[in-house]
């Protein structure tokens, strides 16, 4: 469960920077 929640985590970030990229 722990690599589950990081994994969304890690995918939320990266989500945030590339909408903060365009």
Do not use: F, H
């Not at 469960?1 to 365009?22: A, F, H, P």
């Amino acid at each position: 469960m722990g690599l589950n929640t990081n994994k969304q985590m890690l995918v939320e970030l990266l989500k945030k920077r590339v909408l903060s990229l365009y």
